[in-house]
């Protein structure tokens, strides 16, 4: 057993704020590939900003995944026993793998049946966990992001409990050692793969490619069982936290968008920057896990955005596909927009529907 239980307080407003921010990157890219696909829409020195770093945002999702699932075990949300790991597995079960199935059901069904009768693989993968975007469907290609977590959560109370048996008692500043060796190995062993000329699919994509990250989020929520802070609800601290989070998104962006023609950049943005967004992650988490605010209305909204968050994420590009045919706007940056925004007030209204839809069972209760 752990020797003190953390706060009872799972999510703040900083981690919603940030999952908001890197769920946002995801639907800006992709209605920007479907808009240049129907469209023709470039991305330029004026619309250089909605270039956003999808590939980013999932190195984000990944390690804050691995701390917010290391918090509930060290929290003892979840126990290491028979009932604590039943109880976890049927948590991940039926609130990330069946609402995940039953849209790309529906998805397939309803839309892209054509595309999957032609390449009927993508059935298998999908029933064996390993659609991975490949063949490419649209409607369901951002579901490869699932599939991967999936692999991860299949492991993740064992890697709570090693990094609990290794971490429990050490320091603040331990912990800290031991992210920045996980992240240099991770950050070199990249590198090598780039050396040694291995697709860029084949490091991105793989569970075991993004165990960095996912380990050292366990190591990071372990950390703040050592730490005796106070909840802090002062506002400089977090605002400071936020310009510099938007300032490093920013600066990702830039060299994204410059790196179709510069390779030194593409290289920083692919195989340096999963190890930049991966300190950043576990600094933050760490910093902000005790923060605490007033129930605002902004702070309300940024909550329930998170909350529904993933589904947004699962049905954007479905939504994106269908609508941007019938967007009849002359001047193609601003169709790009009308487009972007409609497409996230859709996603979000579905969003809700399968978030209640989900959460109705454990409500009755």
Request: glycine share 4%.
């Amino acid at each position: 057993m752990l020797k003190r239980k953390m706060g009872n307080r799972r999510y703040n407003y900083m981690i919603d704020f940030m999952k908001c921010v890197a769920m946002l990157c995801v639907v800006s890219l992709h209605v920007g590939i479907i808009a240049e696909t129907v469209c023709g829409f470039e991305y330029s020195e004026k619309t250089w900003i909605f270039k956003t770093p999808a590939w980013s945002a999932v190195w984000i999702f990944f390690t804050l995944s691995g701390a917010l699932n290391g918090i509930s075990f060290y929290n003892e949300k979840y126990t290491f026993d028979k009932k604590g790991l039943i109880q976890f597995y049927k948590s991940r079960i039926f609130k990330v793998l069946i609402p995940t199935l039953i849209y790309i059901l529906l998805a397939v069904c309803l839309i892209d049946l054509k595309a999957v009768l032609d390449n009927p693989i993508v059935i298998l993968k999908v029933l064996t966990l390993s659609y991975y975007n490949n063949p490419a469907i649209t409607s369901i290609g951002a579901t490869w992001y699932v599939f991967v977590l999936i692999k991860l959560y299949i492991i993740a109370p064992l890697i709570a409990y090693f990094v609990h048996m290794l971490m429990d008692g050490r320091t603040i500043r331990r912990h800290v050692v031991v992210i920045i060796l996980i992240a240099l190995i991770g950050c070199c062993f990249r590198i090598l793969t780039y050396k040694l000329g291995i697709p860029w699919g084949m490091i991105y994509v793989p569970w075991y490619m993004n165990l960095d990250l996912f380990v050292s989020g366990m190591v990071a929520a372990h950390s703040c069982k050592c730490c005796n802070s106070k909840k802090d609800n002062g506002l400089i601290k977090p605002t400071c936290g936020i310009v510099f989070f938007i300032t490093l998104i920013v600066i990702n962006i830039r060299i994204y968008y410059i790196a179709d023609e510069n390779v030194t950049a593409m290289f920083l943005y692919q195989y340096i920057f999963p190890t930049i967004w991966l300190m950043f992650v576990c600094v933050y988490f760490m910093m902000y896990i005790d923060c605490d605010f007033s129930q605002g209305f902004l702070i309300k909204g940024v909550e329930k955005l998170a909350q529904v968050s993933f589904y947004i994420y699962l049905v954007h590009s479905m939504v994106a596909q269908q609508i941007a045919p019938y967007i009849a706007i002359e001047s193609v940056n601003k169709r790009y927009i009308v487009l972007l925004l409609i497409t996230f007030l859709i996603s979000l209204c579905l969003a809700v529907v399968m978030y209640r839809a989900v959460n109705y069972q454990r409500r009755e209760k």
